[in-house]
């Protein structure tokens, strides 16, 4: 019911900087979001938090990424986006867009498709 559709990701040299852009959109008058969220996963990891907020702005970050990345979130177009600067080459990975919302009083999550970010040294 909720489709999330990220832009952005690319390859960069190390401290270059990239942008990630993520857009939730639904057919339903209904709907509402607590929280939206970036993970990151690289080859044979497990898929981690990078950095959420929610829709009263309040944020959290992994510790690696702190000073370095920043979560915005606008609530108008249910869109968030996390500005990713000072990169590194092990930020390498696949970043996926993650949305809690409510339709009515019913909960989801999903997840976006994923985009590739490469940090070359």
């Known amino acids: 019911q909720v489709q999330l559709v990220e832009s952005g990701g690319g390859l960069v040299q190390a401290g270059g900087s990239l942008r990630l852009s993520c857009a939730a959109s639904?057919?339903?008058?209904?709907?509402?979001?607590?929280?939206m969220g970036w993970y990151s996963q690289a080859p044979e990891k497990q898929r981690e938090l990078v950095a959420s907020?929610?829709?009263?702005?309040?944020?959290n970050y992994a510790d690696a990424v702190k000073g370095r990345f920043t979560i915005s979130m606008d609530n108008a177009k249910n869109t968030v986006d996390l500005q990713m600067n000072n990169l590194k080459p092990e930020d390498t990975a696949v970043y996926y867009c993650?949305?809690?919302?409510?339709?009515?009083?019913?909960?989801?999550?999903?997840w976006g498709q994923g985009t590739q970010v490469t940090v070359s040294s």
């Open positions: 993650n949305a809690l919302w409510r339709i009515w009083v019913q909960p989801g999550n999903t």
């Open positions: 639904t057919s339903r008058s209904d709907f509402s979001i607590y929280t």
């Open positions: 907020i929610d829709s009263e702005g309040n944020t």
